[in-house]
């Protein structure tokens, strides 16, 4: 595990690279899915002295509501609260654009995942049975199980 200071920014992405593309790989195993709402998603990107650490994926989905619909961090530096600050970030963004609602969803079987957004105050909303059974090509193993559900958790702004 490489050890950060606080030498980081967020800020927007400007040109798509194949470190950018790992880390959206690395969130959404399907590269269709991930091209279907990149060109209309609002991008940012987590570096520390230039280098890329992190990716941000938001798109509009209702009136007044943003979806996270990518979030990853390099694998070498998780769990050292990126993630946290990648969301707080989203949530100041979300309050700046006068947004009233913003969501996100993951597996069911994304137990990290699900800690995370609940302690960052999303709550669980609903199901979408069979979400990755019916959309994805191959099956995912995730914490020794295979994921079938999305769970989808909501938060006031
Ligand atoms: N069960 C419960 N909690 C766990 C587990 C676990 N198995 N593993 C880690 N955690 C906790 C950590 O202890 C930490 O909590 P703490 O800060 O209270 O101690 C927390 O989870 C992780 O918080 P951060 O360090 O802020 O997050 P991180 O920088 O690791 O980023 C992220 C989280 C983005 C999910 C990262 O792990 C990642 O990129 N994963 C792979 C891609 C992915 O799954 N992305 C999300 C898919 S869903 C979507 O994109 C909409
Ligand atoms: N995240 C993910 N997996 C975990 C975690 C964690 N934080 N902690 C443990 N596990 C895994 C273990 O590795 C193990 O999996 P594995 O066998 O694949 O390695 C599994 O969880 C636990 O399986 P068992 O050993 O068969 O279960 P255990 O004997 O520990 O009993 C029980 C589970 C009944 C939930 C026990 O922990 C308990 O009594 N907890 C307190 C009471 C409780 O919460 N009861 C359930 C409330 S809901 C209800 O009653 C309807």
Known sequence: MVKLDNNFKIQKITKITPKHYQLFLSADPSRSIVDSYLNRAYKFELVHNDTLLGVLLMIDTHPQTVEIVNIAVDETV?????????????LDWAEKGHYQTIEIGTGSTSFAQLYLYQKCGFRVVNIDRNFFVDNYADPIIENKLVLKDMIRLKKAI
């Open 78 to 90: 998780q769990n050292q609260g990126l993630g946290e600050k990648i969301i707080r970030f989203a």
